[in-house]
Antibody, heavy 122, light 110 residues
Framework: QVQLVQSGAEVKKPGASVKVSCKAS????????ISWVRQAPGQGLEWMGW????????NYAQKFQGRVIMTTDTSRSTAYMDLRSLRSDDTAMYYC???????????????WGQGTLVTVSS | QSVLTQPPSASGTPGQRVTISCSGS????????VYWYQQLPGTAPKLLIY???QRPSGVPDRFSGSKSGTSASLAISGLRSEDEADYYC???????????FGGGTKLTVL
C-alpha cells in the first residue's frame, strides 16, 4: 500500500532553515508528483508547491517563491521541502501529499504523510 | 483570507443531513474540479470527494458532492458522531497556478 513517511519534528530559530523529508513506498516514485501543504496551529490548509518526481519540475505558490526549494532523491524515493529565513508565523504542521491522476487530471490524492511539526521560536 | 469561502461552522444531530458550502470564482471552482477533505483532530486530511462528486473507495455513500457554477457543496446524510471533524474544499486556481483551499468548516454533531 502507498505510504508517505515524514521526518520528525523540528525546532528552529528565526532566520534559520528547515528541511523536511517525505519517504514514499508502495508505488513507483517517479510516476507521481508530490505537493507540500502546511497548517498553522488552529488554522486551515495552505498549499506551498509541487514537484514532479519524474523530472524535478517545480511549481511554487507565489507566497513562498524565493524561500522554498523542493527536491527529490529518486534513489531514495524521497521528496524534500527546504524552507529558508524562517519566521514565527512559519510554525505549522507540514504535510506531503502524493498526486492522484484520473484521465490526465492530477490532484492532491488520498495519500498524505503523517505531518511534520516545525516550530520557529527564539 | 482564504480564496475559497466556507462557513466556519456547521452542526446537526445524529441522523440529520447537513450541507457545507464552498464559494469561489471563475478562475477556480468555475473552471476546475472541486475536492473535499475531512480532517479529524490531530490527523492528516482524508480525501472524501474528488472531481466534484466522486467518492474514493472506502468513503461511505453518506457523503456526496456537487458543483454549480462557482460554488460547490458537500452533503452528509445520516449524520454520525464520528463525522465530527473539519472539512475543507479545494480547487486548482488558473490565475494563481496553484491549489487554493477554503478556510475549513468545523462540523459539530450535537
Amino acid at each position: 500500500q502507498v505510504q508517505l513517511v515524514q521526518s520528525g519534528a523540528e525546532v528552529k530559530k528565526p532566520g534559520a532553515s528547515v528541511k523536511v523529508s517525505c519517504k514514499a513506498s508502495g508505488y513507483t516514485f517517479t510516476s507521481y508528483g508530490i505537493s507540500w501543504v502546511r497548517q498553522a496551529p488552529g488554522q486551515g490548509l495552505e498549499w506551498m508547491g509541487w514537484i514532479s518526481a519524474y523530472d524535478g519540475h517545480t511549481n511554487y505558490a507565489q507566497k513562498f517563491q524565493g524561500r522554498v526549494i523542493m527536491t527529490t532523491d529518486t534513489s531514495r524515493s524521497t521528496a524534500y521541502m527546504d524552507l529558508r529565513s524562517l519566521r514565527s508565523d512559519d510554525t505549522a504542521m507540514y504535510y506531503c501529499a502524493r498526486d492522484d491522476c484520473t484521465d490526465g487530471v492530477c490532484y492532491l490524492g488520498p495519500n498524505w504523510g503523517q505531518g511534520t511539526l516545525v516550530t520557529v521560536s527564539s | 483570507q482564504s480564496v475559497l469561502t466556507q462557513p466556519p461552522s456547521a452542526s446537526g444531530t445524529p441522523g440529520q443531513r447537513v450541507t457545507i458550502s464552498c464559494s469561489g470564482s471563475s478562475s477556480n471552482i468555475g473552471s476546475n474540479y472541486v475536492y473535499w477533505y475531512q480532517q479529524l483532530p490531530g490527523t492528516a486530511p482524508k480525501l472524501l470527494i474528488y472531481r466534484n462528486d466522486q467518492r474514493p473507495s472506502g468513503v461511505p455513500d453518506r457523503f456526496s458532492g456537487s458543483k454549480s457554477g462557482t460554488s460547490a457543496s458537500l452533503a452528509i446524510s445520516g449524520l454520525r458522531s464520528e463525522d465530527e471533524a473539519d472539512y475543507y474544499c479545494t480547487a486548482w486556481d488558473d490565475s494563481l497556478s496553484g491549489w487554493v483551499f477554503g478556510g475549513g468548516t468545523k462540523l459539530t454533531v450535537l
